[in-house]
Structure formats: structure tokens, C-alpha cells
């Protein structure tokens, strides 16, 4: 990949061996290998047995975790809040685990609606629950930076799955929650 980077920095103009950028293949290279981390992750492994048996029906909600992910049209970064709430049915998982499978899949060149709908249906596989509900609000810099140039457009994308799919007020609950807060 190093070498790759010195071919984009040789072929915008620039001088590679130029003091500020001597190093920035090396840097590059690293800063990729990060933010496609996603792809050499495993679910499994993530959650590490973090599924424990609790008789709760009510919703569980994560609400306004950081994302930051690459858009796959462009290589440029977008970010937001991924809100990703279920239902138990008997289980519930350990709380960081659900910024952590956001993560999986943020780390990955993307775009934002199947994202949103890769986090959904991998609790839903983990859990087994009622029902998975995730919204993700984001800022695009492939829009910001270039293109039509707008500074202040968000994307919302959302997925629902059983109930929060099925039932009108199990949706709206949660959606309630993203919006207020409140409980």
C-alpha cells in the first residue's frame, strides 16, 4: 500500500520525499489498516460469550454511539450516531458489545444503508431477540467536500426487524427514545 500512496502523491503534483510527507505512505498505510479493521474482525469474538439469560421484556437501548466509517464511492470519511435498541426474548448481551459490533461494520468501506442494515441483523443473529431496531444519523464529507457541496445534509437510514417491524407502538417507543431521551 506504500508504494501505492507514493504513486497518488507523485501523480497530484506533490514530492514525496518532500519532509512533511517522507512518512506519510507509512502513515497511510496504517491509517487504513484501522479503519478496515471491520473486515478482519469476527463477531463471535467480539461479543466473547457476553450473552447472559435475563427474563426482561423491556427495550434495550444504545443510544448516540459514535460511528465513523468510509464511504466505498469515494474513500472519504463519513460519521454520526448509530441508536440500536431490541427486545430481549430470555437474553440480554453485555452493553459495550453493541458499540462494539457498530464498529465491525463501520470499519469497512461502506455505505450507510447497508451499514445500518449489517448492525441490525447481526444482533438479531446473536440474540435471537424480539425484535432489533437500529437508526443511524450521518454526515457524508463526499457530499461536504465535493460534489454538490452541502454543508449541513445528514442521511438518516434505519432498519427494523420483528416487533419494532410489526408493532406500531414498539416503533414509535423507540423512536420516541432517540428523539427526547426520555423515558
Known sequence: MEEEV???????GEDPNREGLRDTPK??????????SGYRADITTIVNGAIFEEPTEGMVLVRDIEMYSLCEHH??????RAHVAYLPNKKIIGISK?????????????VQERLTEQI????????DPQGVAVVIKAKHLCMMMRGVEKQNSELFTSCMLGAFKDNMVTRSEFLDLIR????
Open 6 to 12: 507514493v504513486k497518488i502523491l507523485k501523480s497530484i
Open 27 to 36: 502513515r497511510v498505510a496504517k491509517s487504513y489498516e484501522f479503519l478496515t
Open 75 to 80: 474513500l472519504l470519511p463519513f460519521y454520526g
Open 98 to 110: 453493541i458499540p462494539r459490533i457498530v464498529d465491525v461494520f463501520a470499519r469497512r468501506l461502506q
Open 120 to 127: 441490525a441483523y447481526a444482533i438479531q443473529e446473536v440474540l
Open 180 to 183: 427526547t431521551g426520555s423515558t
